[in-house]
């Protein structure tokens, strides 16, 4: 009997500068198996994990993502405008950087699989002459499903970074993490749609930085004014979640608990069990997206150097180092209508 198929995922989740941490970590696994990349089938980012992808997809090696993190997202996040009126950040910065890394490549044109997700606001335009509304709708850019990957790769990356407050919108698209900051179960979604055996599915999450919150006040009687600005209890650990928010947003933190709960990776390990490891350290403090502070720097890269990535190198070990296959092709439905 031919052996059965196995199927590698890489996932990167959003935070931002915090990707730091991301890219320290998968460069210490990257030094004691660099296979890593080349052997991964799929590859999903959410929003800074989706940056992180569209750089390996172009084929930046980690110890470059960690310079590009020390330096032209510092330098990027250095320049922000104050005025909660506007974004914090140029979205058209963004998605420039992104077209001068991928000019004219579609998510259907990469030659591995790929997931970036993203969440659009819908609206409103004529159809037939009549005003017709679009609904909102989370969207996964993927060359894993016909239709899905008919986007450049730059509009992708770019949407799944547009987080409201600290960028505008790139049209329509905004941040990943209204679809999950995590986007590793999407990924294995697309694998079991793709045919393959949920048992040979093995995937590692790579995070940045688990960051608790809580509400010490009492919320028993709370309206909508304290869900949405919450009270002034110096115990509660509810940061404004947008930036040049003016008060913390405790349903918003709550709705978005990517960061602070371990949602996507409970539900991972539910579905993979030992062939699931998620490599997230604890920080000490909230250490907001846009924080260039020298000693938070540290802090990330630190706390990369030193995670626990054990689980990790046994499932690289395992399922990375001898993948005969390497990168599978994008099932080839995919890009039956690539433009």
């Given at each position: 009997?031919?052996?059965?198929?196995?199927?590698?995922?890489?996932?990167?989740?959003?935070?931002?500068?915090?990707?730091?941490?991301?890219?320290?970590?998968?460069?210490?696994?990257?030094?004691?198996?660099?296979?890593?990349?080349?052997?991964?089938?799929?590859i999903?980012g959410?929003?800074?994990?989706?940056?992180?992808?569209?750089?390996?997809?172009?084929?930046?090696?980690?110890?470059?993502?960690?310079?590009?993190?020390?330096?032209?997202?510092?330098?990027?996040?250095?320049?922000?405008?104050?005025?909660?009126?506007?974004?914090?950040?140029?979205?058209?910065?963004?998605?420039?950087?992104?077209?001068?890394?991928h000019?004219?490549?579609?998510?259907?044109?990469?030659?591995?699989?790929?997931?970036?997700?993203?969440?659009?606001?819908?609206?409103?335009?004529?159809?037939?002459?009549?005003?017709?509304?679009?609904?909102?709708?989370?969207?996964?850019?993927?060359n894993m499903?016909?239709?899905?990957?008919?986007?450049?790769?730059?509009?992708?990356?770019?949407?799944?970074?547009?987080?409201?407050?600290?960028?505008?919108?790139?049209?329509?698209?905004?941040?990943?993490?209204?679809?999950?900051?995590?986007?590793?179960?999407?990924?294995i979604?697309?694998?079991?749609?793709?045919?393959y055996?949920?048992?040979?599915?093995?995937?590692?999450?790579?995070?940045?930085?688990?960051?608790?919150?809580?509400?010490?006040?009492?919320?028993?009687?709370w309206?909508?004014?304290?869900?949405?600005?919450?009270?002034?209890?110096?115990?509660?650990?509810?940061?404004?979640?947008?930036?040049n928010?003016?008060?913390p947003?405790?349903?918003?933190?709550?709705?978005?608990?990517g960061?602070?709960?371990?949602i996507?990776?409970?539900?991972?390990?539910?579905?993979?069990g030992?062939?699931?490891?998620?490599?997230?350290?604890?920080?000490?403090?909230?250490?907001?997206?846009?924080?260039?502070?020298?000693?938070?720097?540290?802090?990330?890269?630190?706390?990369?150097?030193s995670?626990?990535?054990a689980?990790?190198e046994?499932?690289?070990?395992?399922?990375?180092?001898?993948?005969?296959?390497?990168?599978v092709?994008?099932?080839?439905?995919?890009?039956?209508?690539?433009?």
């Open positions: 009997m031919a052996e059965k198929q196995k199927f590698t995922i890489l996932s990167f989740v959003g935070g931002g500068i915090r990707g730091l941490m991301s890219v320290t970590i998968l460069n210490k696994l990257y030094t004691k198996y660099p296979q890593i990349i080349d052997n991964t089938d799929l999903a959410c929003s800074t994990g989706s940056i992180i992808t569209s750089e390996l997809l172009a084929g930046t090696k980690p110890q470059d993502l960690i310079t590009f993190f020390t330096t032209k997202e510092i330098d990027f996040y250095n320049k922000m405008n104050t005025d909660p009126n506007v974004p914090a950040y140029s979205i058209d910065e963004v998605f420039a950087s992104q077209l001068k890394l000019p004219t490549a579609k998510v259907s044109d990469l030659g591995r699989c790929a997931l970036f997700v993203s969440f659009n606001v819908g609206g409103a335009g004529l159809k037939d002459g009549v005003k017709t509304p679009t609904p909102w709708e989370p969207v996964m850019y993927t499903i016909a239709d899905h990957g008919d986007v450049l790769v730059a509009k992708a990356a770019t949407s799944s970074g547009a987080m409201p407050g600290q960028l505008g919108s790139y049209e329509g698209n905004i941040d990943g993490a209204f679809f999950n900051h995590d986007p590793t179960v999407a990924a979604a697309l694998a079991v749609k793709a045919g055996a949920l048992e040979d599915i093995t995937a590692i999450t790579i995070g940045t930085g688990l960051m608790y919150d809580w509400i010490v006040s009492d919320t028993h009687n309206g909508a004014n304290q869900w949405m600005t919450g009270t002034p209890n110096p115990f509660n650990v509810t940061p404004p979640f947008l930036m928010q003016s008060t947003g405790p349903v918003l933190d709550a709705s978005l608990s960061t602070s709960a371990q996507m990776p409970m539900l991972a390990g539910f579905l993979l030992d062939r699931y490891a998620n490599v997230n350290p604890t920080l000490p403090f909230f250490i907001p997206e846009n924080t260039t502070y020298p000693q938070a720097i540290d802090l990330l890269q630190s706390k990369g150097k995670a626990d990535t689980k990790a046994a499932l690289l070990q395992a399922y990375w180092v001898n993948h005969s296959l390497g990168p092709t994008p099932p080839a439905h995919a890009s039956a209508n690539r433009a």
